[in-house]
């Protein structure tokens, strides 16, 4: 017994050291890590890598002409890719966002180098937006300012058929890298499923998070099945999830920084990134301070399947 619970120990505190000098050894600038640091996983089917942390743009990036928030947002867009970021995604559902994507690119350079030219722009075509699936692309193109999206996605299955053969179309005339389907909110589970099961696509976006985990039981198995890459959104629930555990002031549990935690957001995030078959998390925010934080969620050291199960259980309990 005494000899259980002493190595049990030890292994414990090795953890926590090799967790404080993997972050004694990360630049000084927060949240940022070169080379190594930043965990990346691979779209399956090709040799494309994605940092495991994303951008969402619903709600924060709908602010149209505000010049006070045009610059905000952009100095966001800087510093999101200065920490390493790739994936933005967004849709004509979001209002001015791709509009407001357009002014801060176009401010940050699209070309300069460690900057934007890691940008993978993820865009959705969608029913309501009007005008074929080609010209919602071709416009949103424009709004955005670049030449084609590395991703183009059925905004929540809206006439997917219709639209998603065109996607294919322009995939198949390397007008787009990747094409994909999307839901939120965990509905039409068994459409995302049949599609998955039956087109060919190559991402798929739904909600996953601590709380919202009906993914795993088919979706998630289905896509590590077909080498379909996975987006994560509402990774806070909307939000919720974060406030309340901020607003009852709860403490990270001491555990958490043997896989790098030093924040909630850090918690939630790692949880869903750490999941096998997901690609990357789309958090949103309007604050430098929350991008920081949830672009070190992207750095290893990551939980392992028995900390998820240990993540999950502390969530639950509360």
Sequence with gaps: MHHRVHRSTRRQSLKLLAAAMAASLLPAFPGFAAGGGRWQKTIPNSNKTLPVIGMGTWRTFNVGNDAKLLAARTELVKT??????????SSPMYGSAPDVMGYALSRVGIDQPGLADNLFAAEKVWSPAGGSAREQVANLQKR?????????????????????????????AGKVGYIGITTSHGRRHDEVEQIMGSEDIDFVQLTYNITEREAENRLLPLAAEKGIAVIAN???NGGSLIKNLKRRAEPLPGWAAEFGCTSWAGFLLKFIVSHPAISCAIPATTQIKHLQENMRAGLNPMPSAADRKQMARFIEAL
Excluded at 80 to 89: K, N, R
């Design 80 to 89: 999101f890719f200065e920490l390493g970021g790739g994936l933005i995604d």
């Design 144 to 172: 955005w300012n670049i030449p084609q999206f590395n991703l183009l996605q059925v905004h929540n299955l809206s006439d997917w058929r219709e639209h998603l053969a065109v996607l294919q179309a322009l995939k198949a």
């Design 234 to 236: 509402r990774p806070y």
